[in-house]
T-cell receptor, first 111, second 117 residues
Framework: GQSLEQPSEVTAVEGAIVQINCTYQ??????LSWYQQHDGGAPTFLSY????GLEETGRFSSFLSRSDSYGYLLLQELQMKDSASYFC????????????FGQGTELSVKP | EPEVTQTPSHQVTQMGQEVILRCVPI?????FYWYRQILGQKVEFLVS????????KSEIFDDQFSVERPDGSNFTLKIRSTKLEDSAMYFC???????????????FGPGTRLLVL
């Protein structure tokens, strides 16, 4: 089977740092992506890890440990506009490149 | 910046009716996808399409569903006989290449919210 686990909700204050974890169990793994979704709108790509380690893109960083089937998204200097749902998604690697999404983590940023 | 577009933004239909959801992927992209998201739930893969044929489909994508690329720009999802449980947001996505280890990003359209009554 295919399963991804991430917390359902996270709350943090403006300016803080928050980490959203994702553990996965999938048949086939090529990489882990992170997407942001505001109010049911289009999922927007944030980051992708295919190899172990940390990828940094501005205020957002993503980490992957393939041996632990684990990754996280780190958001720094939180802003109110970061309030959204964040999804981890696995690329199992089949031809056509589908994404398998987690249930999503709703991040609420408070003033 | 190029983007994926979808029409209509909202569609209300009666159970048993056929609907066609339309998408215009980013012009130089080669892989196309449909996903759906039932309200409050995760995004679920339906089908991927490459070189004018289906690459992969999920168990959700049964005989009631079909996809087509009728011309060089449009990519459509047809639901032949809608059911109440087909009510969801349907997202189209495209990528330059498959994500099989290449890290190619999938770009999502704004979605079509389908309501089946």
């Amino acid at each position: 089977g295919q399963s991804l686990e991430q917390p359902s909700e996270v709350t943090a204050v403006e300016g803080a740092i928050v980490q959203i974890n994702c553990t996965y169990q999938t048949s086939g793994f090529y990489g882990l992506s992170w997407y942001q979704q505001h109010d049911g709108g289009a999922p927007t790509f944030l980051s992708y890890n295919a190899l172990d380690g940390l990828e940094e893109t501005g205020r957002f960083s993503s980490f992957l440990s393939r041996s632990d089937s684990y990754g996280y998204l780190l958001l720094q200097e939180l802003q109110m506009k970061d309030s959204a749902s964040y999804f981890c998604a696995v690329s199992p690697g089949y031809q056509g490149g589908k994404l398998i999404f987690g249930q999503g983590t709703e991040l609420s940023v408070k003033p | 910046e190029p983007e994926v577009t979808q029409t209509p933004s909202h569609q209300v239909t009666q159970m048993g009716q056929e609907v066609i959801l339309r998408c215009v992927p980013i012009s130089n992209h080669l892989y196309f996808y449909w996903y759906r998201q039932i309200l409050g739930q995760k995004v679920e893969f339906l089908v991927s399409f490459y070189n004018n044929e289906i690459s992969e489909k999920s168990e959700i994508f049964d005989d009631q569903f079909s996809v087509e690329r009728p011309d060089g720009s449009n990519f459509t999802l047809k639901i032949r006989s809608t059911k109440l449980e087909d009510s969801a947001m349907y997202f189209c996505a495209s990528s330059e290449a498959g994500t099989s280890g290449s890290g190619e990003t999938q770009y999502f359209g704004p979605g079509t919210r389908l309501l089946v009554l």
